[in-house]
């Protein structure tokens, strides 16, 4: 038997997801899925329109319950204790307030103490390139910012996992550059990232692996390279050359 991989003392990860599914309205949306999340490579989820991409991250996140299976951390996050794991959505929810209280109010909750908190927002802020509106409300900030703003909220949690929901996908091209930027300084700053896109070249940018899902069930699972040289399946073939219906 090979060795498992070796993870940091206390680590979160892997997440594993044994035999996974999840339905609503009479209808399976994931379907036997069975997988592990580990440390370190950057998890790029693609999959048509409807093959469950952003519920099987909201599983991932525990924001839904799976209808069966199980879904383990390697160290059980314990309520009452800081998120170690943390989720960015394609329209981020912005709080009636500035940007800097938007990313102090997240610091509160996840309980840093007070004297911590504006430093880490400053700081968190100055990352994304948002230091000069830190003042400024947060729901006059375009599209954009409000995304660099929504990832500077969850990054200055230090998260050792972050999922991301299709983050840039009503970004114009600027905008979605800055965006993947701040990305792949997460992840060189050591967070996990998972991440769901439509776009095929940003998948190539920041991926280092596919999760391809098609109609709820994982299809493949490959590096980068070798999804989109050799796909396995004809399915993810068919997904490649924009030959697979996306509804």
């Known amino acids: 038997m090979a060795d498992e991989p070796m993870r940091a003392p206390g680590s979160i990860l892997p997440l594993r997801l044994e035999n996974v599914s999840f339905a609503a309205g009479g209808r399976t949306i994931i379907d036997r899925v069975s997988l592990a999340f580990e440390a370190g490579p950057r998890t790029i989820i693609l999959g048509p329109n409807g093959a469950g991409k ?8 525990g924001l839904l319950a799976p209808s069966s299976g199980r879904i383990e951390w390697a160290t059980p996050e314990r ?9 960015v959505f394609q329209r ?11 990313v102090v109010y997240a610091l509160k909750l996840a309980g840093i103490a007070a004297p911590e908190r504006i430093r880490q927002a400053r700081a968190a802020l100055e990352s994304v390139g948002l230091a000069d509106l830190a003042d400024g409300a947060a729901r006059v900030l375009s599209g954009g910012e409000q995304q660099r703003l929504a990832l500077a909220r969850a990054w ?4 050792e996992v972050l999922f991301l929901d299709e983050p840039t996908a009503s970004l114009d091209p600027g905008a979605s550059a800055e965006v993947e930027r701040i990305i792949q300084a997460i992840h060189a700053a050591g967070t996990k990232i998972v991440m769901t896109t439509h776009n095929l070249g940003q998948a190539r940018r920041l991926g280092d692996e596919i999760l391809f899902l098609n109609q709820g069930c994982l299809a493949e699972r490959a590096a980068v390279d070798r999804f989109f040289n050799q796909p396995a399946s004809a399915e993810a073939q068919a997904f490649i050359k924009g030959e697979l219906p996306w509804t």
Not at 54 to 61: E, G, I, P, W
Not at 156 to 159: C, E, F, K, T, V
């Open 54 to 61: 952003s519920v099987l991250m909201r599983l991932c996140h």
């Open 79 to 87: 309520p009452g204790e800081r998120r170690r794991q943390a989720m």
């Open 92 to 102: 981020p929810v912005m709080l009636r307030r500035s940007a800097i209280a938007n």
């Open 156 to 159: 200055a949690l230090r998260p």
